[in-house]
């Protein structure tokens, strides 16, 4: 059987980047929590938010170190496998790369070490100072990251010759179209994944009735983080999607099972798309809403696939169902937010327990929507890695096919066990959850491993089960 | 300016790697010394020592390779390619040895296998770099600006060599740092170990320098022509000069000179890499200026590396000051 290079390139560099995204969408979020956190301590003086703080920088550790390790598998991995596009590209994208090392990376990894180990060695208010930069450096980070993603979707502010792009107008190029609400979208994304991952941490503890006092501020703040994110996060992806309307109309088509484009556009509910036939099979669709949704306008209408070339047309399946995907969940966290608000006014928060045992399976709605997300944009994005500049099939490595498949088996094996096995001491450390009062904090504190903390943690947790009849 | 744009890049590749090499070198050092010890507590007092610091550290590792792809996008092209398994291995050997730092303090009691996993991860890293840095020198088959060879090219035995050359350097740097970073036992010991490190180094830096001069005319000419020779020569000297005085260092007790002096060992190795290879990025075909981006992007880029990186340097040198002084046995950054 002949491999197939490009096929297994792309496998390895979808897998790379799902591991991936999980760990910063969660850090970006959980960095700004933690400088909150130490700010209201500063402020308030109540020991409680001291031992938050410390909880959530013990579990922020280990998320980041694995974000860091699998992060710089990518920035390797632009060369290793997509040769032709670094080349292609590389005057235009590259700069962007480089200015996220040099104002995110160095500053979130340095400060990290103060953030950590700093406790005894520094006073309280520079611990707030780093976990605030490094807080920041997650948040540039995104916007470096999302700028070059941008730009490869929506090239703008270069030229094209003999198949290289120059660049022509920085700002155009770092602020491209599509930028600002990707960057709005995905940022928002990181920190309603964080809030959920805190409520249903909080909701965990305060139905085992442990930690009461630090798990109802915990519940309190991510609900009405959610309740304002959330329906936030509909508006801007909303926008988001107009704009994809307009700059990579082939993606938004794939996006809503939309061929024929000379008719009025029904919103598309179900159906399992059949590029070979050009429409959908067991269709259920509510006639003109989908015309109404993006060109805001009854009737409206919008480019079908059918205007597209066979060979410019985004694969259909994988983009229309992830984008079902992440409504959905987007739809449950707007409940969640609003159910949420409407029990913290009427001052039930904290006894309805069926919300709270709601919330606490919630923690993965974020992944998920965002690994969904991710699936829409660079799936709706192919056949091209840089819209009309270059095709993906154009921009894989000169290395043989089998060097390939070695190396995608080592990653997916790695991967699985070192990260599975990380995930696993993330929610070792939340079922622990936090040690309470500074005097406590005092005689035991930050350990210099982080992850070391989730040992007695976990110990504890599984003593607490097995005592249990 | 723009004639110089190249070289200030090449200038500011080479202090990446160079930062990488010291600052992730040390760390990767000490993991490789853990097997000459079974004692748990001198391992932990080993990694502590590192603990806040191996973040940062790996950090110019990635820009290192992103500078390469900013500033010189074909060589980065052509290198990724030709070194992909050993660039791959690499990568997986630090997925491992930055995890452990964290697992095997979870792991405890039973935490060998983590052990294992910080040194082997850091083996197989730093090995790596060693093959990448000596494949490299020898040179990479390149047609129409792209690699154009097999996937085990680098696999040659002066490549291999350097991987060795590579591997007990960062280990001699993990021996000094922990002279300098250490008291008792672990200190002692670390000492010994650095006493037979050094003469390993000096053997492999002679090694590499007599086998790229002997087989390539090109490096032969540019050291050994006139007037090259005498401008050269003290390359080679202070190299000696400087190894026989870590050497009489770790003799006579001294704690931050053999670190000092391991350090200057490296930048002269680096040194007399950059001197062979100038002015090529990809020996022996393309050189800096053909492989350098436009002089838009390197302009665009230098102006923030220069704002940047004076403040990268300020903060990492306040976190190593904050972070100062001896560690004791059993004493961590609590």
């Given at each position: 059987m002949e491999l197939d290079g490009l096929l297994l390139a792309r496998v390895?560099?979808?897998?790379?980047?799902?591991?991936?995204?999980?760990?910063?969408?969660?850090?970006?979020?959980?960095?700004?929590?933690?400088?909150?956190?130490?700010?209201?301590?500063?402020?308030?003086?109540?020991?409680?938010?001291?031992?938050?703080?410390?909880?959530?920088?013990?579990?922020?550790?280990?998320?980041?170190?694995?974000?860091?390790?699998?992060?710089?598998?990518?920035?390797?991995?632009?060369?290793?496998?997509?040769?032709?596009?670094?080349?292609?590209?590389?005057?235009?994208?590259?700069?962007?790369?480089?200015?996220?090392?040099?104002?995110?990376?160095?500053?979130?990894?340095?400060?990290?070490?103060?953030?950590?180990?700093?406790?005894?060695?520094?006073?309280?208010?520079?611990?707030?100072?780093?976990?605030?930069?490094?807080?920041?450096?997650?948040?540039?980070?995104?916007?470096?990251?999302?700028?070059?993603?941008?730009?490869?979707?929506?090239?703008?502010?270069?030229?094209?010759?003999?198949?290289?792009?120059?660049?022509?107008?920085?700002?155009?190029?770092?602020?491209?179209?599509?930028?600002?609400?990707?960057?709005?979208?995905?940022?928002?994304?990181?920190?309603?994944?964080?809030?959920?991952?805190?409520?249903?941490?909080?909701?965990?503890?305060?139905?085992?009735?442990?930690?009461?006092?630090?798990?109802?501020?915990?519940?309190?703040?991510?609900?009405?983080?959610?309740?304002i994110v959330a329906p936030l996060q509909l508006v801007i992806g909303d926008h988001h999607g107009l704009d994809t309307a307009e700059y990579q109309p082939a993606k938004l088509a794939a996006m809503e099972g939309h061929w024929d484009g000379s008719k009025a556009a029904p919103l598309v509910l179900f159906g399992i798309p059949n590029a070979a036939a050009e429409r959908n099979d067991y269709e259920v669709a509510i006639p003109n809403l989908g015309g109404l949704i993006i060109a805001h306008e009854w009737g409206g209408r919008y480019p079908g696939l059918k205007e597209f070339e066979p060979k410019d047309r985004p694969p259909v399946l994988m983009p229309f169902f992830a984008f079902r995907l992440m409504v959905g969940i987007g739809v449950v966290m707007i409940a969640a937010g609003l159910v949420g608000a409407w029990l913290m006014a009427r001052r039930r928060l904290f006894e309805a327990r069926w919300y709270l045992v709601w919330q606490s399976w919630m923690w993965p709605s974020g992944f998920l929507a965002i690994l969904a997300g991710w699936t829409v944009t660079e799936v709706g994005r192919q056949p091209w890695v840089v819209t009309g500049i270059l095709r993906t099939a154009d921009a894989t490595s000169p290395v043989v096919a089998e060097s390939i498949a070695g190396t995608l088996a080592a990653f997916f094996v790695i991967y699985a066990v070192v990260f599975g096995i990380g995930i696993f001491y993330v929610n070792r450390l939340l079922v622990r959850g936090p040690t309470p009062g500074t005097t406590a904090a005092a005689e035991e504190p930050l350990t210099n491993r982080p992850i070391a903390a989730a040992l007695p943690g976990g110990r504890d947790a599984i003593d607490a089960r097995e005592g249990q009849p | 300016m723009?004639?110089?744009?190249?070289?200030?890049?090449?200038?500011?590749?080479?202090?990446?790697?160079?930062?990488?090499?010291?600052?992730?070198g040390f760390d990767l050092g000490i993991a490789l010394l853990f097997p000459t010890t079974s004692d748990e507590a001198e391992r932990d007092q080993m990694m502590n020592s590192v603990a806040p610091?191996?973040?940062?550290?790996?950090?110019?590792?990635?820009?290192?390779?992103?500078?390469?792809?900013?500033?010189?996008?074909?060589?980065?092209?052509?290198?990724?390619?030709?070194?992909?398994?050993?660039?791959?291995?690499?990568?997986?050997?630090?997925?491992?040895?930055?995890?452990?730092?964290?697992?095997?303090?979870?792991?405890?009691?039973?935490?060998?296998?983590?052990?294992?996993?910080?040194?082997?991860?850091?083996?197989?890293?730093?090995?790596?770099?060693?093959?990448?840095?000596?494949?490299?020198?020898?040179?990479?088959?390149?047609?129409?600006?792209?690699?154009?060879?097999?996937?085990?090219?680098?696999?040659?035995?002066?490549?291999?060599?350097?991987?060795?050359?590579?591997?007990?350097?960062?280990?001699?740097?993990?021996?000094?740092?922990?002279?300098?970073?250490?008291?008792?036992?672990?200190?002692?010991?670390?000492?010994?170990?650095?006493?037979?490190?050094?003469?390993?180094?000096?053997?492999?830096?002679?090694?590499?320098?007599?086998?790229?001069?002997?087989?390539?005319?090109?490096?032969?000419?540019?050291?050994?022509?006139?007037?090259?020779?005498?401008?050269?020569?003290?390359?080679?000297?202070?190299?000696?000069?400087?190894?026989?005085?870590?050497?009489?260092?770790?003799?006579?007790?001294?704690?931050?000179?053999?670190?000092?002096?391991?350090?200057?060992?490296?930048?002269?190795?680096?040194?007399?890499?950059?001197?062979?290879?100038?002015?090529?990025?990809?020996?022996?075909?393309v050189t800096l200026y053909d492989a350098a981006a436009v002089p838009a992007s390197q302009m665009f880029s230098l102006i923030g590396a220069m704002i940047t990186l004076p403040m990268v340097l300020a903060y990492t040198v306040f976190v190593y000051w904050t972070f100062r002084g001896k560690m004791r046995p059993g004493q961590g950054y609590h």
């Open positions: 390895q560099m979808a897998l790379t980047l799902a591991f991936h995204i999980l760990f910063p969408a969660f850090t970006i979020g959980l960095s700004a929590y933690i400088a909150v956190l130490l700010a209201l301590w500063l402020r308030t003086g109540r020991d409680v938010y001291e031992s938050l703080a410390r909880f959530w920088t013990k579990v922020f550790a280990v998320s980041f170190a694995m974000g860091v390790v699998s992060g710089i598998v990518l920035s390797y991995q632009f060369g290793t496998n997509w040769s032709r596009f670094s080349v292609a590209v590389g005057n235009v994208v590259a700069p962007l790369i480089g200015y996220e090392v040099l104002t995110a990376f160095f500053l979130e990894a340095t400060f990290l070490g103060i953030m950590l180990f700093g406790w005894n060695r520094v006073p309280p208010r520079l611990i707030l100072v780093a976990a605030s930069l490094v807080a920041l450096g997650t948040a540039i980070s995104a916007f470096w990251i999302l700028s070059a993603n941008s730009w490869m979707h929506y090239p703008t502010g270069h030229e094209v010759r003999d198949g290289i792009a120059y660049p022509v107008d920085w700002l155009k190029v770092v602020f491209s179209p599509t930028f600002p609400l990707r960057f709005a979208h995905m940022l928002t994304a990181a920190y309603l994944t964080t809030a959920f991952v805190v409520v249903a941490t909080g909701a965990r503890h305060l139905l085992a009735g442990r930690h009461v006092e630090a798990a109802r501020i915990m519940v309190k703040m991510g609900v009405g983080m959610i309740a | 723009e004639p110089y744009l190249p070289v200030i890049w090449a200038g500011v590749i080479v202090v990446a790697v160079a930062m990488y090499v010291i600052l992730d610091f191996w973040d940062g550290n790996e950090t110019w590792l990635v820009l290192g390779g992103g500078g390469l792809w900013v500033a010189f996008p074909l060589a980065y092209s052509i290198i990724m390619p030709a070194f992909y398994l050993p660039v791959i291995a690499m990568l997986l050997g630090l997925v491992f040895r930055g995890v452990a730092f964290e697992f095997r303090w979870v792991a405890k009691p039973s935490h060998l296998p983590w052990d294992i996993a910080f040194f082997a991860g850091s083996l197989v890293a730093a090995f790596c770099q060693g093959v990448i840095l000596g494949g490299l020198v020898e040179g990479v088959a390149v047609a129409n600006g792209a690699f154009a060879g097999g996937p085990f090219d680098w696999a040659s035995p002066f490549a291999l060599m350097c991987g060795c050359a590579v591997t007990t350097g960062y280990a001699l740097l993990g021996a000094t740092f922990l002279v300098m970073k250490t008291e008792g036992r672990i200190a002692d010991h670390a000492r010994q170990i650095a006493k037979r490190l050094i003469i390993a180094v000096l053997v492999f830096m002679a090694a590499v320098s007599l086998w790229t001069a002997l087989s390539s005319e090109r490096i032969a000419e540019r050291w050994f022509s006139l007037p090259n020779l005498v401008w050269l020569a003290p390359v080679p000297l202070v190299t000696a000069l400087v190894g026989f005085g870590v050497w009489r260092s770790l003799e006579r007790g001294g704690e931050m000179a053999p670190f000092a002096g391991t350090i200057a060992l490296f930048l002269l190795g680096l040194l007399g890499l950059a001197i062979s290879s100038y002015p090529f990025i990809v020996p022996p075909s």
